[in-house]
């Protein structure tokens, strides 16, 4: 894999030196027959793979972590950061690695590349990586270019509703696993870093992702239930096939999270809501989660609190350099399978799904001692059902950006405590100062943190406190 990594570096390199155009110039000049003028698009997929790593990883991943309380900004600026304190600008660099240059406009390179050379395994992989990336885009913003963007003739593209962007990935998602079903007469697998080109994995994996997104548009849509049932039903089974991101301990390779610690060192630590949630469960996953303090005590920041002597990250776990993140698994299936179960009337079913995917599912993922972490009685009903279901996911999905989607939902977990003056969570990201400066078409918001996303409307069965 570091030497996928490496040659990718190198062809990036390459690339960037073939696009500066020349100080001279001329038919004789413009002939060198050592400069490269081709990638193949193996290692455009390389390439591509790396970014998603660290897109998936970097700040709004950290945004998102604070804002669900499972981590919490302590110091410098991330103090301002934990009780919603950023503007567009903080959102520039994400925004273009989302769209640019190893994002979208690569993956449809890729695309494109691989279909005109009748590689329809990669074709799929770059499909797969652009639902993944542009549907959780259209989480965390709302509204975001689509359809017209990444096209050279729209330098100012509109921006398409959530509705529309999902829409059309369950629809890409659908087109790859057609792809995957053709295949190609040969598929080098040492450049698929996720299933090494492996068809059943990948299939699994689409029918989890759209089992995702449609479960997103239940609180707008219940009939959603039902159709993210039966995606869920054919989606990853067994944790040695979740969607991972793939890092190791080589200068450039490591794990984003490990990397903003090394930079800035201290800023982030653990949430005290989370923290405070596993110590009340006798959760060992507390100790897999966190590292201790030098007496042995796990403590964690509430929003405001910038509390330094916070925990940091587990640095052989979650804050190792060579830390791989789940990006869609095995064990998000199953808690798809049990709110849906649950919606759709099977509630039994839906606990023991729960008790099942906790014990021995769980426990085994972590190494944990039997009968470790909690179960929940058979016979919990209605909100009581939901709130274990979303709650327990809430835990396991730790550092996964979904979590603000399921929060959005169904309004489990309920935080204690917000900001120090009680405001309230935000609903969506900032849109870039970029995109605000140049493009008239970025929506203007009165008090965008605050806007609702399209399938976000809000619900008054929540309840009291509820959001």
Same mark, same amino acid.
């Given at each position: /894999?570091?030497?996928?990594?490496?040659?990718?570096?190198?062809? @990036?390199?390459?690339?960037?030196?073939?696009?500066?155009?020349?100080?001279?110039?001329?038919?004789?000049?413009?002939?060198?027959? !050592?400069?490269?003028?081709?990638?193949?698009?193996?290692?455009?997929?390389?390439?591509?793979?790396?970014?998603?790593?660290?897109?998936?990883?970097?700040?709004?991943?950290?945004?998102?972590?604070?804002?669900?309380?499972?981590?919490?900004?302590?110091?410098?600026? $991330?103090?301002? $950061?934990?009780?919603?304190?950023?503007?567009?600008?903080?959102?520039?660099?994400?925004?273009?690695?989302?769209?640019?240059?190893?994002?979208?406009?690569?993956?449809?390179?890729?695309?494109?590349?691989?279909?005109?050379?009748?590689?329809? /395994?990669?074709?799929?992989?770059?499909? =797969?990586?652009?639902?993944?990336?542009?549907?959780?885009?259209?989480?965390?913003?709302?509204?975001?270019?689509?359809?017209?963007?990444?096209?050279?003739?729209?330098?100012?593209?509109? $921006?398409?509703?959530?509705?529309?962007?999902?829409?059309?990935?369950?629809?890409?998602?659908?087109?790859?696993?057609?792809?995957?079903?053709?295949?190609? %007469?040969?598929?080098?697998?040492?450049?698929?870093?996720?299933?090494?080109?492996?068809?059943?994995?990948?299939?699994?994996?689409?029918?989890?992702?759209?089992?995702?997104?449609?479960?997103?548009?239940?609180?707008?849509?219940?009939?959603?239930?039902?159709?993210?049932?039966?995606?869920?039903?054919?989606?990853?089974?067994?944790?040695?096939?979740?969607?991972?991101?793939?890092?190791?301990?080589?200068?450039?390779?490591?794990? %984003?999270?490990?990397?903003?610690?090394?930079?800035?060192?201290?800023?982030?630590?653990?949430?005290?809501?989370?923290?405070?949630?596993?110590?009340?469960?006798?959760?060992?996953?507390?100790?897999?989660?966190?590292?201790?303090?030098?007496?042995?005590? $796990?403590?964690?920041?509430?929003?405001?609190?910038?509390?330094?002597?916070?925990? %940091?990250?587990?640095?052989?776990?979650?804050?190792?350099?060579?830390?791989?993140?789940?990006?869609?698994?095995?064990?998000?299936?199953?808690?798809?399978?049990?709110?849906?179960?649950?919606?759709?009337?099977?509630?039994?079913?839906?606990?023991?799904?729960?008790?099942?995917?906790?014990?021995?599912?769980?426990?085994?993922?972590?190494?944990?001692?039997?009968?470790?972490?909690?179960?929940?009685?058979?016979?919990? @009903?209605?909100?009581?059902?939901?709130?274990?279901? /979303?709650?327990?996911?809430?835990?396991? =999905?730790?550092?996964?950006?979904?979590?603000?989607?399921?929060?959005?939902? @169904?309004?489990?977990?309920?935080?204690?405590?917000?900001?120090?003056?009680?405001?309230?969570?935000?609903?969506?990201?900032?849109?870039?100062?970029?995109?605000?400066?140049? !493009?008239?078409?970025?929506?203007?918001?009165?008090?965008?943190?605050?806007?609702?996303?399209?399938?976000?409307?809000?619900?008054?069965?929540?309840?009291?406190?509820?959001?």
């Amino acid at each position: /894999m570091k030497r996928i990594f490496q040659l990718g570096a190198v062809l @990036t390199l390459v690339v960037s030196m073939v696009g500066c155009s020349d100080f001279l110039s001329g038919p004789n000049l413009d002939t060198d027959p !050592n400069r490269a003028i081709d990638v193949p698009v193996e290692n455009l997929l390389v390439g591509m793979q790396v970014n998603s790593y660290g897109v998936m990883g970097n700040h709004c991943n950290r945004t998102v972590a604070m804002w669900m309380q499972q981590m919490a900004g302590v110091a410098q600026h $991330y103090t301002g $950061y934990d009780i919603y304190n950023q503007t567009p600008l903080e959102f520039d660099a994400e925004w273009f690695d989302f769209y640019g240059g190893g994002g979208l406009q690569d993956m449809r390179v890729i695309q494109k590349k691989a279909l005109g050379e009748g590689k329809r /395994m990669v074709v799929a992989i770059a499909k =797969m990586w652009e639902a993944l990336t542009m549907s959780t885009v259209a989480d965390l913003w709302g509204e975001v270019p689509y359809s017209e963007a990444i096209n050279p003739d729209i330098p100012t593209p509109h $921006y398409d509703k959530q509705l529309a962007v999902h829409s059309a990935i369950l629809q890409l998602i659908d087109s790859a696993i057609e792809d995957i079903n053709a295949g190609q %007469p040969f598929f080098d697998g040492q450049f698929d870093f996720t299933h090494a080109g492996n068809k059943a994995k990948w299939i699994a994996a689409a029918h989890t992702l759209k089992a995702r997104i449609l479960l997103n548009w239940a609180e707008v849509d219940q009939g959603k239930y039902a159709q993210a049932l039966a995606e869920a039903q054919m989606g990853i089974s067994k944790d040695a096939d979740n969607w991972k991101t793939q890092h190791s301990e080589t200068v450039g390779e490591e794990a %984003p999270w490990w990397q903003f610690e090394a930079a800035r060192f201290g800023y982030v630590r653990a949430g005290k809501f989370l923290v405070e949630l596993l110590k009340a469960d006798n959760d060992p996953r507390l100790q897999v989660y966190f590292a201790a303090d030098r007496n042995g005590n $796990y403590v964690g920041s509430a929003p405001g609190e910038f509390n330094g002597d916070a925990v %940091p990250l587990n640095p052989q776990t979650f804050g190792a350099k060579g830390w791989d993140t789940d990006l869609v698994s095995w064990f998000e299936n199953q808690f798809i399978l049990a709110e849906c179960e649950h919606a759709t009337g099977k509630t039994a079913d839906a606990i023991n799904r729960l008790n099942t995917v906790i014990q021995p599912g769980l426990e085994t993922k972590w190494g944990l001692a039997a009968n470790s972490l909690k179960r929940y009685d058979a016979a919990l @009903t209605g909100a009581e059902a939901l709130k274990a279901i /979303m709650v327990e996911k809430y835990k396991a =999905m730790f550092l996964n950006m979904q979590v603000w989607s399921d929060w959005r939902r @169904t309004a489990y977990p309920v935080f204690t405590q917000t900001s120090p003056d009680n405001r309230p969570i935000p609903r969506r990201l900032l849109y870039s100062a970029d995109e605000l400066n140049v !493009n008239p078409n970025t929506p203007r918001f009165a008090n965008p943190l605050y806007q609702r996303v399209e399938n976000d409307p809000g619900n008054p069965a929540h309840g009291p406190g509820h959001p």
